[in-house]
């Protein structure tokens, strides 16, 4: 166990958009002392207003015990090229898509880590991959949601697809759903309300049995669900959600 204790623990967030958002929101309010760098000035304003520090980042890299790096794959190399000199050491996690351990050259620990938006929440999926131990990152990822240690640098690229972009295709899924009210006659408000409360509900009836343990409860033999059943067969949809979720993991681990 690191010798610093939870509230001494300073935590850095460089690159301030819809991730470090989510992460210095969820990680200020779970009581670390956060600072924070970007370029949004309505995001930067908006974490000030919750308590966390704004700065630049050899500022912030210099004060933090821990530095997440939140910044595009495009700014990666001059993010770490700024901060090189005074991230000797310290301990920096990467949540950045498709950049490898070898990508991130610096005198310092680095974690590889994949997580999604859904952190804001404390509700996110979390891996991390690193070749040193420190109890005290897993203790940081948890305040995002569930964690996993992974087995190598290959598993955190798979749940770049599984967990970082999986919200999106959820939400594309949940949208059709609504059209599907709208087409039918239901307002798109019943629509959503319904959707989400199926959604959330399925997921919490999922933790004790399998998917098809559950789908043979609820269809009843010549009844209504097998014909919806038949259709999405017959749409394939669910080879269509493997080649989504295969082509965001091949583009995770760079092709
Ligand atoms: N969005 C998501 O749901 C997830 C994202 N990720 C990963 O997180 C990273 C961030 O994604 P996302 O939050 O969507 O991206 P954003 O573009 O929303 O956020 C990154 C922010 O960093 C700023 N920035 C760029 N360079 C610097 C710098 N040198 N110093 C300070 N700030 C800088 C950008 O400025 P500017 O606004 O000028 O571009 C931008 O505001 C990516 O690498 C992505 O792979 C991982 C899992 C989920
Ligand atoms: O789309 C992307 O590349 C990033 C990584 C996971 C979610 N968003």
Known sequence: ????SLDSSKIAVLGA????????????ESGYEVIVTGRREAVLESLKK?????????DAVSEADFVIITVKPKDLDSLIDEIR??????????????????DIRMNAK?????????????????AYYCEFDDDEIESILSKLG???KAKDEKEVDLMTAFSGSAPAFVAKIIESFIYAGLNSGLNAEV?????????KATSEALKTQSPEEFIIKVTTPAGTT??????????????????????????????
Do not use: P, W
């Not at 000199?85 to 070898?102: H, N, Q, R, Y």
């Open 1 to 4: 166990m690191s010798e610093k």
């Open 17 to 28: 958009g819809n991730l470090g958002y989510a992460i210095a929101k969820r990680l200020k």
């Open 50 to 58: 919750m308590g966390c520090r704004v700065t630049n980042n050899r």
């Open 85 to 102: 000199d005074c991230a000797e050491g310290k301990i920096i996690i990467s949540f950045v898509a498709m950049k490898k351990l070898e």
């Open 110 to 126: 680095i974690v590889r880590a994949m997580s999604n938006i859904l952190c804001e929440y404390g509700l996110a999926f979390t």
């Open 146 to 148: 569930d964690v996993y």
């Open 191 to 199: 629509s959503k309300k319904c959707a989400l409360s199926v959604f």
């Open 226 to 255: 097998i014909q919806g059943l038949r259709k999405l067969m017959e749409h394939r949809v669910d080879f269509a959600i493997v080649d989504a979720l295969q082509a965001t993991a091949r583009r995770a681990m760079g092709s």
